[in-house]
């Protein structure tokens, strides 16, 4: 079993050496927030969808759930279809948010819009050089970006949940 949770470095490699690495943000209270539509691929079974974050990115290397940044203009699900079709090769089916969440990384200060997505069609394509895992908990997959570690604590909550009440069932 794999801790969900390690400790990630202090500085990430990506950022220590600035490759990829977004502009830094001005600290305090002038930071803006850099909104992120993130989905959460929910197979039959239960398990879900983790990935690696490409090589040149803050955090490369790290597990994810696929996403990014919203752009000008666009709804929450409508950047998840574009970025999931870029990331993947998958066009998903409808997607609504499930929670909202900040995270304040020294690239930047995020709030990730969380979506549960259960259907989509095409086939899975890594066009950024990722790896691509379905995962049960407890998770086999390690380090995960520190700002999805909350949605995972209440994703495991709810297959505990779950499975708790299946095994009430006569
Ligand atoms: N996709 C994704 N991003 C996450 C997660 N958790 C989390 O903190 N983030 C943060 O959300 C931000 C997403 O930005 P990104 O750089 O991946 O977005 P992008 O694909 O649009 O990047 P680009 O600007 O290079 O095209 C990063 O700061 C990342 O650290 C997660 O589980 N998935």
Do not use: N
């Amino acid at each position: 079993m794999v801790s969900a949770h390690p400790e990630p470095p202090s500085q990430p490699q990506a950022e220590a050496t600035g490759a990829g690495a977004a502009p830094s943000q001005p600290q305090g209270s002038q930071r803006t927030h850099t909104e992120v539509a993130v989905g959460i691929l929910l197979r039959g079974d239960g398990a879900l969808l983790l990935a690696t974050r490409p090589p040149g990115k803050p955090y490369a290397g790290y597990w994810e759930f696929p996403g990014g940044k919203i752009e000008a203009g666009e709804t929450v699900e409508q950047a998840l279809r574009r970025e999931l079709h870029e990331e993947l090769g998958i066009t998903i089916g409808p997607a609504s948010v499930w929670r909202v969440t900040e995270h304040d990384y020294p690239h930047a200060l995020v709030r990730l819009h969380w979506c549960k997505v259960r259907s989509w069609s095409g086939d899975f394509d890594m066009r950024e050089g990722q790896t691509m895992a379905w995962q049960h908990f407890p998770l086999q997959v390690s380090p995960v970006l520190p700002g999805a570690y909350p949605v995972l604590d209440w994703l495991e909550q709810e297959w505990r949940q779950g499975r708790a009440q299946s095994s009430q069932k006569p």
